[in-house]
């Protein structure tokens, strides 16, 4: 490992911190894209009820995408410009879809309430949009940008079970953050959507070790076997988790009983950490896989140095009043008011 | 038809993305510290006119700083997909003002903003009057690292060239580089003066709406006042800031003023249809050794001509043009504010006619603005870093098919967007002095309230 030496280390602390990043806002940005794809399915005062579940936190979660990119930005720019040229048309169909919802966002409430149903059909929209081009970047960017048919079709696969897994997180959010009708209506989404995120997890599982040599290789080698072993094990016992506690949870909820309430959420993020995980283990060091890792794409020594030491003094204080935040919107959504 | 230039393509869809952009943080920057003024006035004097003016320009500081992100997010992406050979060249200096813009500024404000818009009864009023404090300081703060950066593209310094990419050597002489004091300074004022007449134009529209609330009435002193107070600042500020420039980035200069020779007291030209193509100019109309006497501070002061810059200086017509149209903005507010002080003072009741001429001036910040970043960013043309980097060297790699079939997209999103900012701002106004209609959030709130 002479790449750790002599300050190689460097690339792997900022792949840890871009990593952190992009799970943060999978997991952050997810729950709230996932309200606004089950957005549809509410009536209008619901819709109200849900958008302000979300409301206080889907800037500052939005921002960890932009921590995300920029990382890759400024600690591997080779890599930066590969990845997003290839990823084009997807990245600008996310900003479209975010740019729609994120607007839609205040339009709804303050455009002339004949506008509303339009602008509540744009944060559907927009929401359904962002987390299918995520999921698309997502395909594309495992197969290594292949191209062809198959890669496309697997791509459009992840597509779809993004937002089952958004829209999974986004319900179970809901269970916590809502009451009364919508949070037994959040319950069933969080049925259909369980369903639908196993499926999907499920058939990527088995399809990505075919579509690259080099993650049959890491998958299937002899110690590794063993040490992923638990990932898909673990996964399991969390669905099953969530699956009784879905069960268990619409009389307990009648009966105004919000025990247990945050398992279906919690579990949901679990199973997003251990597909990180699985994921991140089978593409390092590689950034773009087969092409370049990440000691080829990383930028200067001392200007990484510089922002690594900033990175370290701030982000404590980001997680500080991020908690801040939570903890004053703790407890059940109420009304949106600006007073 | 896909056979254009891609690096005219790229450089036509950033500078649409990043005008758009530009339109929102000129209004949030400003408008977070008005929304403190408002606040704090409300604490001492407890008169409900500040809070319903608090009120009322929170919803517009909503609206506009969603716009401010997504746009925003926008720019990000496309920092690197439209200029890798940026990155690549510079990477090592812009990387850190981008990441500490992220990591100081744009997390502070975005979560302190949840709390600033919806936690005004969850937290006490000290709580929220400091988040309110932070936003502001925080939109600020965002500013400066992002001015830093781009005052360091057109007057670098602090680094060195090795093997063709620039290396740090000077932290202080980067982030404080010569022109970065006078581009901050007067970019804050812009982002003051565009509050200003925004706050106004749409107070003035209420008060010719017959709605003449104290806090309507409120609102239209405080922004009155503040333009009066800001614009002289502004005219000192650009102009220290254009003599800066001329000791740093002469061509573009020669280029603001239309001067193609080196003259001995240079005219100040009001009007002139500068011709890249013959290198002259049509049609002037000048005040005699203005410009030189401006410039220079003697009226036979010599000022340095495009000629002598012949192949690296950037487009005239443009450059010309907009910084016209920037001073001339500048003049008109200049001439509109004081009047309205000054009927402010002397008239028991406000005038119609200066209401109207108000109202057509709610958005004169933007134009001013938009121009002023124009004759900059055009002005530093053919180089992307000054001196450095040129524009050509820096392009994408990305196919034009595919650039100019995103670019037709935003520029369908922004214009709709564009359109429905500023319908939505006016319909606000309208609303505003009308009890509010039940809308399922009322019903909501009361239900809950009573529940
Ligand atoms: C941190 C960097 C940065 C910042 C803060 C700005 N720009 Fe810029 N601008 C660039 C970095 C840049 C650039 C990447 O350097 C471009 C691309 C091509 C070029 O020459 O410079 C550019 C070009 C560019 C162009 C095209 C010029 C041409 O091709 O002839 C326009 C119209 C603008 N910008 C407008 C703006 C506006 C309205 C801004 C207000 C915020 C602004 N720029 C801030
Ligand atoms: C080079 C181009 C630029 C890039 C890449 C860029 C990037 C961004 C991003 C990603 C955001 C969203 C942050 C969030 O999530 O809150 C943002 C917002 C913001 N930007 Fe920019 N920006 C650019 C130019 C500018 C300029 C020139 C200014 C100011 C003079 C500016 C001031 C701000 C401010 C104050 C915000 C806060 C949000 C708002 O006001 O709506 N930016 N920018
Ligand atoms: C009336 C007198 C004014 C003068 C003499 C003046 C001067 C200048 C000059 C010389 C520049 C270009 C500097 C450079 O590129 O190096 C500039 C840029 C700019 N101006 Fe003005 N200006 C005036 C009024 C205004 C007003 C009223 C606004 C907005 C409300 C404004 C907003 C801007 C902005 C946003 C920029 C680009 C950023 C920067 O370089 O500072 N200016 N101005």
Known sequence: ?339 | MFDLDPIMLARAQFGANITFHILFPTITIALGWLLLFFKLRYNYTHDEKWMDAYKFWVKIFALTFALGVVSGITMSFQFGTNWPGFMATVGNIAGPLLAYEVLTAFFLEATFLGIMLFGQQRVSNRAHTLATLIVAAGTTLSAFWIIVLNSWMHTPAGFEMINGQAHATDWLAIIFNPSFPYRFTHMLLASGLTVAFLVSGISAYRWLRNDRSASVMATLKTGVYLAAALIPLQIFAGDMHGLNTLKHQPAKVAAMEGLWETTKGAPLLLFAWPDGEKRMNHAELSVPNMASLILTHKLDGEVKGLNEFKGAHPPVLQVFWAFRVMVGTGMAMLLVSWLCVYSLKRKPTFIKPLAYTLVAMTFSGWVATVAGWYVTEIGRQPYLVYGVLKTANAASAVPSALIATTFAMYIALYLALIVAYVSVVFHLARSAGKPIPATPVTVLNSLLETA
């Open chain 1, 1 to 339: 490992m002479d790449n750790l030496a002599n300050g190689g280390w460097l690339p792997v602390a900022f792949l840890a911190l871009m990593g952190i990043a992009m799970l943060a806002y999978v997991v952050l940005d997810g729950y709230d894209l996932g309200v606004g794809i089950l957005l549809r399915r509410a009536d209008d005062a619901q819709k109200d009820q849900m958008i302000s579940s979300i409301g206080p936190f889907w800037d500052a979660n939005e921002t960890w995408l932009v921590l995300g990119v920029g990382i890759l930005l400024t600690a591997f720019p080779l890599a930066h410009g590969m990845i997003l040229t290839a990823l084009y048309l997807p990245v600008a169909l996310m900003l479209l879809g975010l740019s729609l919802r994120g607007v839609a966002f205040e339009f709804r409430t303050k455009a002339p309430p004949a506008r509303k149903v339009m602008w509540n059909w744009v944060f559907y929209g927009g929401s359904l949009l962002a987390s299918f081009s995520q999921g698309l970047m997502l395909g594309l960017y495992v197969t290594g940008f292949a191209g062809g048919a198959a890669h496309w079709a697997f791509a459009i696969l992840t597509g779809a079970c993004l937002c089952a897994g958004y829209a999974l997180l986004g319900a179970t959010w809901l269970i916590i953050k809502t009451e009364g009708a919508v949070q037994l209506k959040a319950v069933m989404w969080a049925r259909g959507s369980l369903l639908l995120t196993g499926g999907g997890i499920a058939a990527i599982s088995i399809v990505t070790p075919s579509l690259s040599e080099q993650i049959f290789n890491k998958w299937f080698a002899l110690p590794n076997l063993f040490l992923l072993a638990p990932i898909p094990i673990a996964t399991f016992i969390l669905f099953l988790t969530i699956y009784r506690s879905l069960q268990r949870l619409p009389t307990r909820l009648a009966a105004g009983n919000e025990y247990g309430a945050w398992v279906p959420f919690a579990a949901t993020v679990g199973i997003f950490c251990l597909a990180f995980y699985g994921l991140a283990y089978s593409l390092f060091p590689w950034l773009v896989v087969d092409k370049i890792t990440i000691w080829q794409a990383a930028s200067a020594k001392e200007s990484l140095m510089i922002i690594f030491v900033g990175a370290m003094v701030v982000l404590p204080a980001i997680i500080g009043y991020t908690a801040f935040a939570y903890r004053v919107f703790w407890g059940k959504a109420r009304a949106l008011t600006y007073y």
